[in-house]
């Protein structure tokens, strides 16, 4: 069975890795590299499938053996993602999201989520080959977390562990050096409505601002999607009027920053960029909107932010 079927328009990445279960020379360490939404989840999740499928001591059916590792309950499997601190407990994004959690922090991986992968590769696998630790977002990494990693790597024996990173760049070097690195890139337009289609976002496909928006993701097109259903079309239809007045601008930095959290506010961001460099072809107008995003990314003040980028795009324009 082909477990990389499903992941589309990442030839190079899949060729790779499919060779390297043939002739099972499985490294200890990987880096997925690439752009977020473009497959490097999925593939992490089918070469860990290709992993534990090596083995002869407990032959599964294949649809099981997927289920367990999508609901992280296999026991040579580690998963860790970035988790946001609240109230005493962590949260992963999803979880935070499902609870309508809002921090003022951004999400990181923290150096007690590193030493568990210290505890967890402590025993042998108990059913595959090797075991398994996945690390999402791996760029989000504190300090702490980094160092810690690096020293996990160092000891590895029968486990692979696989760094999922939007920017390789993020991390250490000597991270990054100990990695074999599976590189992953946008898709072709034909490639991202493919997806599209088998993900039942089939409605997202002729909306050409999505589309253009999300460069060749389709995990963004569908987040963007999804953020754009979130935004009052009162607020959108005000902002393809821009310029606005002193006064209108105020008011509607108070709406925006009244109805929107704070990753609506940085998607309705990339939204404007895309449809004022169509309108407007305007560098400086780009600039700007890029700074306002990074201040909204680093949970500065967004009121002030959204007062200061909307006062200042009336002025320019």
């Known amino acids: 069975m082909d477990n990389f079927q499903h992941l589309i328009g990442q030839t190079q990445s899949t060729t790779l890795l499919k060779q390297i279960i043939i002739k099972n020379k499985i490294a200890p360490a990987y880096l997925f590299s690439g752009p977020t939404g473009v497959g490097r989840r999925l593939a992490a999740r089918s070469f860990c499938k290709s992993i534990f ?33 609240y109230k005493g407990k962590l949260f992963t994004i999803r979880q935070a999201q499902e609870n309508g959690l809002k921090s003022n922090s951004s999400p990181q991986i923290r150096i007690d989520q590193i030493r568990n992968i210290t505890n967890f590769l402590s025993r042998p696998p108990l059913e595959s080959i090797r075991s398994v630790v996945i690390i999402e977002s791996a760029e989000m990494m504190t300090e702490a977390a980094s160092n810690g990693l690096l020293k996990t790597l160092e000891e590895a024996k029968l486990a692979t562990i696989i760094l999922i990173v939007s920017n390789q760049n993020l991390l250490l070097p000597t991270l990054v050096s100990r990695c074999q690195i599976i590189p992953f890139y946008n898709l072709s337009e034909k490639d991202l409505k493919q997806v599209l289609r088998k993900s039942d976002y089939e409605n997202i496909i002729n909306e050409e601002k999505i589309i253009k928006l999300s460069q060749g993701s389709p995990g963004k097109a569908i ?95």
Do not use: A, C
């Open 53 to 85: 499928s090596l083995s002869k001591v407990l032959q599964e059916n294949q649809t099981t053996l997927e289920h367990r590792i999508l609901n992280g309950n296999h026991p040579d499997l580690y998963w860790i993602e970035p988790t946001y601190q």
């Open 223 to 317: 987040g963007y999607w999804n953020q754009l259903q979130l935004i009052p079309s009162e607020i959108t239809d005000t902002l393809e009027k821009i310029p606005l007045s002193y006064l209108n601008s105020l008011e509607l930095s108070k709406k925006i920053t009244v109805e929107l959290n704070n990753s609506t506010q940085i998607f309705l961001i990339d939204y404007m960029q895309h449809f004022y460099w169509v309108k407007f072809r305007n560098k400086n107008l780009l600039e700007l909107l890029e700074l306002s995003k990074s201040y909204l990314l680093r949970y500065l003040n967004s009121r002030l932010v959204w007062d200061s980028l909307l006062i200042k795009i009336s002025n320019i324009l």
